[in-house]
């Protein structure tokens, strides 16, 4: 069982950034994927971006640009840069870590950008 804290989210003006940590309590590096989603009022859990282990990225079209994830196999954790902020990026963030046969999540964290 590997448990995941996420943190860094809050309450933001439009063009602010953010950066999202997600510590995991076991070993990322041996995880096939690590990615953040996100899920608004109303909407499905989507996709925002995913890191694989080496290193290839993959972004939801409407964050290619501004956000950038990252991984740091030493601290077992995983970040999620994001700039120019919207106010459709409004939403619960969730961290992932994929391995090969299980898949596990964090609780999430807001993020709300408003003026």
């Known amino acids: 069982q590997v448990q995941l804290v996420e943190s860094g989210g809050g309450l933001v003006q439009p063009g602010g950034s953010l950066r999202l940590s997600c510590a995991a309590s076991g070993s990322i590096s041996r995880a096939r994927a690590v990615g953040w989603y996100r899920q608004a009022p109303g909407n499905q859990r989507e996709l925002v971006a995913t890191?694989?282990?080496?290193?290839?990225?993959n972004y939801a079209d409407s964050v290619k640009g501004r956000f950038t994830i990252s991984r740091d196999n030493a601290k077992n954790t995983v970040y999620l840069q994001m700039n120019s902020l919207k106010p459709e990026d409004t939403a619960v963030y969730y961290c992932n870590v994929q391995y090969s046969v299980f898949s596990y999540w964090g609780q999430g964290t807001q993020v709300t950008v408003s003026s």
């Open positions: 890191i694989t282990s080496g290193d290839s990225t």
